[in-house]
């Protein structure tokens, strides 16, 4: 995929993911592929991915929700963008608070389509903004830890000693 394939392709996923419209977020994927989500988890596959945006993403961040890619780089295969979102809470404990977040997604790619999304994503900033009480942040941050170091690739990288590079 060529850069500019890739820019197209993020206009079109992050249009669908500000209208909630599920099926063209999925549209975005390979039949098998995989949307990691920092707060929803992973979804499989075009009827998952759909759900997980419509159903539960767009339930909590409501009509307001915007989401643009910046500086995007391909390079065939991967792709990777940074980006700013915002939205007004619709969760009854936190409704009507503005979020604005950053983060950087990787993209993998295949036959024009994505096969693997992830983000990182400091969703500290988002509980802060939102007005999520410091215990509660510590412990889902507490679980987000845990989540990294399960990772094969994280269990990996702790495997090679200093120096060494996959």
């Known amino acids: ?16 993911a500000e209208a909630g419209d599920g099926d063209a977020l999925a549209a975005c994927f390979t039949p098998d592929g995989v949307y990691h989500d920092y707060i929803y988890g992973d979804h499989r596959g075009r009827a998952d991915i759909a759900h997980m945006l419509r159903d539960l993403f767009h339930r909590d961040a ?20 940074w980006s700013l979102s915002s939205f007004t809470s619709q969760v009854p404990e936190f409704a009507g608070k503005a979020v604005v977040i950053d983060g950087m997604s990787r993209f993998e790619l295949r036959d024009g389509l994505i096969s ?15 007005g999520v009480a410091p215990e509660r942040i510590a412990k889902v941050l507490a679980r987000w830890g845990r989540q990294m170091m399960d990772q094969a690739t994280t269990q990996a990288f702790l495997a090679r000693t200093k120096g060494t590079r996959a």
């Open 116 to 130: 693997d999304y992830r983000e990182s994503v400091n969703g500290g900033v988002a509980m802060a903004q939102l």
């Open 1 to 16: 995929m060529s850069n500019d394939e890739f820019k197209a392709l993020l206009q079109r996923f992050t249009a669908a």
């Open 62 to 81: 409501g009509p307001d929700y915007r989401w643009e890619m910046f500086d995007a780089v391909c390079n065939g295969d991967l792709g990777y963008a």
